[in-house]
C-alpha cells in the first residue's frame, strides 16, 4: 500500500512537465519496444501504466486499424494521455493486479517503464494472463538489474523513498515469468545510455492444459513456434482439450 500512495503521490505530481523532463527516456524506451512488438492489424492491445499515452500515441499512428487500451493508477496520467489520444483509444484508471478488463480480451499486453512499480508481481502477471486470449503476446520493457548502474540508481531511489518496488536482472524476470505460466521467447538487455540499461521481453500465453496436451501429443520440447501454432490452434477450436487436433 505504501508503493501505492507513492506513486499517486509522486507522479500526480509529476504529470503536467512529465513529457518534457523525460524526452530522451521517453522516446528511446517507445522506441525500443515498438521495434520488438509483434502488432498485427486490428489486433487488441492493452499497454498497463501506460501513463501520458506516448506508448498509445506512436502505436496508433503507426497502427490504426489496432484496437488500442491503456491503464494507469494515476487520474492526472491518464487525464495527459486523453489530450493527445483520440476517443477511439479506450483508457481507464486501475492497478496491474487487479485489471479492469474482462477475460481473453486482448491480442498483446504490453508494459513499458512499470514492471518495477508493481508491488505483486505474480497477482500482476496472473491478472494479465487471464486479460489476454490464448496465444497472446506479453511484451515487457523495463529497467535490467545486469547493469550496475541501474542497480546503484535503484538504491538511490530507494535513499530518497521514491516510488519504486524493485528491480530484476533478466534471469530473476524469465523465471518469474515461467512461474507464472509464460512461454519466453525472447529477452534482450541493451543500453540506451551510460546510466540506463534496460531489457525487453518477449513472451506467450498459452492454457496449461495447453501446454500438457501439446506436450501429450509428443512435443515433449516446448518451442515457442510448437506453442504458439498450438495455443492459436485451441483459440480457434483446432484442438480440443481431449487433445485431438481437427487439422
Not at 55 to 71: E, I, K
Not at 136 to 156: H, K, M, N, P, S
Not at 165 to 182: P, S, T
Request: aromatic share 10%; glycine share 6%.
Amino acid at each position: 500500500m505504501k508503493t501505492r500512495n507513492r506513486i499517486v503521490k509522486e507522479y500526480k505530481r509529476l504529470a503536467d512537465a512529465y513529457d518534457r523532463k523525460w524526452a530522451f527516456y521517453i522516446e528511446a524506451t517507445t522506441r525500443e519496444t515498438i521495434a520488438r512488438l509483434p502488432l498485427r492489424a486490428e489486433d487488441r492491445l492493452l499497454d498497463i501504466g501506460c501513463g501520458t499515452g506516448a506508448l498509445l500515441h506512436r502505436l496508433a499512428a503507426a497502427h490504426p486499424a489496432c484496437h488500442l487500451a491503456g491503464m494507469d493508477p494515476v487520474a492526472k496520467m491518464l487525464e495527459a494521455a486523453r489530450h493527445k489520444l483520440s476517443p477511439a483509444v479506450e483508457l481507464r484508471q486501475g492497478w496491474a493486479e487487479q485489471l479492469p478488463f474482462a477475460d481473453s480480451r486482448f491480442d498483446i499486453v504490453v508494459s513499458c517503464n512499470m514492471f518495477h512499480f508493481i508491488d505483486r508481481p505474480v497477482d500482476a502477471l496472473g491478472e494479465i494472463r487471464r486479460v489476454l486470449q490464448p496465444g497472446g503476446r506479453l511484451v515487457i520493457t523495463d529497467w535490467c538489474g545486469d547493469y550496475w548502474a541501474c542497480r546503484l540508481f535503484e538504491q538511490y531511489q530507494r535513499l530518497l523513498g521514491r516510488a519504486h518496488a524493485r528491480i530484476y536482472r533478466a534471469r530473476e524476470c524469465r523465471r518469474l515469468l515461467e512461474q507464472a505460466g509464460f512461454s519466453v521467447e525472447a529477452i534482450d538487455t541493451y543500453k540506451i545510455n551510460w546510466r540506463w540499461g534496460l531489457m525487453t521481453i518477449r513472451c506467450i500465453h498459452a492454457p496449461a492444459w495447453a501446454q500438457q496436451q501439446a506436450c501429450s501429443l509428443g512435443y515433449r520440447t516446448m518451442t515457442i513456434s510448437t506453442l504458439t501454432r498450438y495455443a492459436v490452434l485451441a483459440a480457434a477450436g483446432g484442438v480440443n482439450r481431449g487433445g485431438d487436433s481437427t487439422s
